[in-house]
């Protein structure tokens, strides 16, 4: 009777799984179709801001994405926030200020505004960002990362109505040669590819901070950040897809998913497996604490249908008999990730990577169950501080 029994529990999870992933593939196809209106003859200020930390290797070539923009040049501005770097980031950024100018190309500096170093992720950096931007949009990416000419101009022209408070973008990894990076990037386009999908629907519940935008206006309104000087040491604004939700569920607000197959970011694969744990255990926890029953429902199931998975694959050295259960179940899983990953792979210029998909399932089950346990137990860290995901903002 225990493997009958338990074949159905897998076959029941595993059906639910393909319905939500049913549901996030059909928005995603709806929002790829969607033909965004050009930019009016004047369009409007953009403030790109740009958080750091010891990120020397880095920020020149990130920067140089940014001013590469197709964006008219007298309509953004970059604003690199130096978080306590322990490097010569800032020193880089202001080599590149003098040759392009300060009007285009602006350092703030945190030692020089807080007493001392704070605890937490880079949210008190993006706020010292948007308490000095000028621009009527906000979009933020990370040092490490390279847009595409069209990113700016592709994520401002989302905002197409004055309704719209949130705009998430299309992150991508390069891969290079290696199989480790060409799963990592794998993922990632599943992740953007759920995130655009649910954004769609109606539920976001994936952003990426490489790639996100909203109105000034929006982020002051629902008071994550203080306009003042006097701006409090501790002022943490919630985690990207914290704010995404916070404002995707405001009544008179929307949230979009930037549909410009030109508005890319690309960054890089976590080069070791300890950073890579590190990154991943920073996002399974801030997905535990997911506000709203339905995401969290959501978020659970999936852990739960991993868990069995994995559990399946155990019980079923003891007990062949299971195997036409396992089987279906895998048919079923693949099935549902291939249906969207394949629009969301094209969209990114990677449908090559589709062929790690069959390979990767078996290294992909027992990485999700440890990974959300980790997330939901311990306390990750980001670049040496601890970091606690928070619902709520620290100011108010």
Known sequence: MLVPGFGILLVTLALLYAALFAVWASGLRRVLSRVLAPLPKEPPFVSVIVPARDEATEIEACLESLLGSDYPATAYEIIVVDDFSHDDT???????????????LRLIRLSDRLD?????HKGVALAWGVHDAIGRL????????????????GMARTFD???????????????????WGALQALELAGLVGIGAGALERG?????????????????????????????????????????????????????????DPGAI????????????????????????????VLRGLSVRLIWVFYAALLAGLVVLAFRPALWPFVAAVFAIKVLAEATLLMPIL????????????????LLQIPYVVIVGVSGAMGQPSWKGRRFEPELTPAIS
């Not at 001392?116 to 937490?120: A, F, P, T, V």
């Not at 970011?265 to 997905?287: D, I, N, P």
């Open 161 to 179: 109505e004055t309704r719209v408070g949130f705009v998430a973008g299309a992150v991508r990894i390069e891969p290079g040669r290696s199989l």
């Open 138 to 153: 906000i979009l933020t990416t990370d040092a490490d990362c390279r847009v595409s000419p069209g990113w700016i101009s």
């Open 265 to 292: 970011v690309t960054t890089h694969a976590e080069a070791t497996l300890r950073a890579f744990w590190a990154q991943r255990r920073r996002w399974a926890a801030t997905g535990a604490r997911y506000p709203g």
């Open 116 to 120: 001392h170093e704070y605890e937490g």
């Open 346 to 361: 094209r969209h990114l210029g990677q449908s090559r990577l589709l062929a790690w998909l069959l390979p990767g399932q």
């Open 203 to 259: 539920r976001p519940n994936l952003c990426n901070s490489a790639a996100i935008g909203y109105p000034r206006r929006v982020f002051e309104a629902l008071r994550v950040v203080q306009r003042s000087p006097e701006m409090p040491e501790r002022v943490t604004p919630w985690d990207d897809e914290l704010l995404l939700m916070k404002i995707a569920d405001h009544p008179k607000l929307v949230a979009r998913f930037c549909p």
């Open 90 to 104: 800032a020193a880089r950024v202001e080599a590149m200020q003098r040759t392009v100018g300060p009007d285009r």
